[in-house]
């Protein structure tokens, strides 16, 4: 059996604090002793109500933050146990995809340079190559190459999305750890990038963690469900466990605030 593509063993972070001088706050633990594991080509969906952990969680595994304890292993290998080097190119395999597209653009650059910086601090590519592969982004994204010239303030929501997408799987990574990534879009917009993704993690075979403070849309893509509450799991099973036969008091509760509870079984 191969390794999964994500594994996170007690996975813990503390926040404030300082260094416990009296007076102070004590620590606490946005993130707390959380554990999972993706099998490659599977989608965990990560829910909870905001404050509970979730980005976090994103960050660490994404290697923008240290964790306070725990270990992230991708593909087998565990982060901590690798050099610097090795680590980087691990982590050229994991993008976060944010929810606010367009504040993760930086506005003074079109979306053509936005797709390129990776290509050339990541993979190296020369401008000749790195224009192919923009191009190739855009259609894998279904962005109009008409886009490409824009800047980000020219873009709509929908297409912002798009481009971040691009932009995350320039460096053809093999998770995409997905951070409300349709929180910002209206419904209609919302299915339209939730195929999108679909249809990606077929073609390029992506794992993905999928957070999302709404069920509905978790419910339509994820394939087991992590429900987080004060930086916990509270509860952790398939999708279709999790939101037909839940476990937890907290996770009934989550599943009868989706309005009209449009979703009823997995
Ligand atoms: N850099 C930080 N410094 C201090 N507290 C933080 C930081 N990032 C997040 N937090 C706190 O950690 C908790 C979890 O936040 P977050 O992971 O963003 O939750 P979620 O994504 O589920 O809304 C919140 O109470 C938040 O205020
Ligand atoms: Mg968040």
Do not use: W
Not at 150 to 160: C, D, K, V, W
Request: aromatic share 4%; net charge positive; proline share 5%.
């Amino acid at each position: 059996m191969s390794a999964p593509a994500l594994e996170v063993t007690g996975l813990s972070k503390a926040f404030g604090g300082g260094l416990g001088v009296a007076g102070r706050r004590t620590p606490f633990l946005a993130v707390d002793d959380v554990s999972f594991a993706v099998p490659k080509g599977e989608v965990l969906g990560i829910v909870g109500e905001s404050g509970s952990g979730k980005s976090t969680v994103a960050r660490l595994i994404a290697g923008l933050m240290t964790p306070t304890a725990g270990a992230i292993a991708v593909d087998g290998r565990t982060l901590e146990s690798l050099g610097r080097k090795e680590r980087r190119s691990v982590h050229a395999e994991v993008q976060l995809v944010f929810q606010d597209a367009l504040a993760s653009l930086n506005p003074r650059r079109t979306v053509r340079r936005a797709l390129a910086a990776p290509l050339r601090s990541l993979l190296g590519m020369p401008r000749g190559a790195a224009e192919g592969r923009i191009a190739n982004l855009a259609g894998q994204v279904g962005l109009d190459t008409a886009m490409l010239d824009r800047y980000p303030h020219e873009l709509s929501g929908g297409q912002a999305q798009r481009v971040a997408l691009a932009r995350a799987l320039a460096a053809s990574p093999r998770l995409l750890l997905l951070d409300e990534p349709t929180s910002a879009l209206d419904v209609a917009l919302q299915n339209r990038v939730l195929d999108l993704l679909q249809s990606l993690k077929e073609k390029l075979g992506l794992t993905y963690v999928f957070i999302s403070h709404d069920l509905a849309v978790v419910s339509r893509i994820a394939d087991t469900v992590a429900v987080m509450k004060g930086g916990r799991i509270v509860e952790h099973g398939s999708a279709a466990q999790v939101f037909g036969r839940p476990q937890a008091d907290y996770t009934r509760l989550l599943l009868a605030s989706i309005p009209g509870n449009r979703r009823s079984c997995g």
